[in-house]
Nanobody
Framework: QVQLVESGGGLVQAGGSLRLSCAAS????????MSWFRQAPGKERQFIAA????????DYADSVKGRFTISKDNARNTEYLQMNNLKPEDTAVYYC????????????????????WGRGTQVTVSS
């Protein structure tokens, strides 16, 4: 069982930045593809960013492309989401997700494909 714990959320003004972290308990963290999703009240969980097992391949939702950067540190068992130029519409609970990836560069953007989820961290962007 992989346990994920997000941190780094908070309140920020529009145009500001936050860096989210996702700490994983997995001993074989390097074998997992990771992603970030977010969910605002009354809305479905939305794909934000994903990173391959190797960490070399990434994908982003159009709404955050150019502003957010996903990364993973296999040595620290941690996934990150650097969020720059935040907008009020970025306000949501952000969730870290992980799945075992047999292929080094495989990217998955489907929430249903992910096996492990954190509890989420709130990001609020004021206008």
């Amino acid at each position: 069982q992989v346990q994920l714990v997000e941190s780094g959320g908070g309140l920020v003004q529009a145009g500001g930045s936050l860096r989210l972290s996702c700490a994983a308990s997995a001993r074989t963290f390097s074998t997992y593809a990771m992603s970030w999703f977010r969910q605002a009240p009354g809305k479905e969980r939305q794909f934000i960013a994903a990173i391959s097992r190797s960490g070399r391949t990434t994908d982003y939702a159009d709404s955050v492309k150019g502003r957010f950067t996903i990364s993973k540190d296999n040595a620290r068992n941690t996934e990150y989401l650097q969020m720059n130029n935040l907008k009020p519409e970025d306000t949501a609970v952000y969730y870290c997700a992980a799945k075992y990836a047999a292929q080094l560069e495989r990217i998955t953007v489907d929430a249903h494909s992910y096996d492990y989820w954190g509890r989420g961290t709130q990001v609020t962007v004021s206008s």
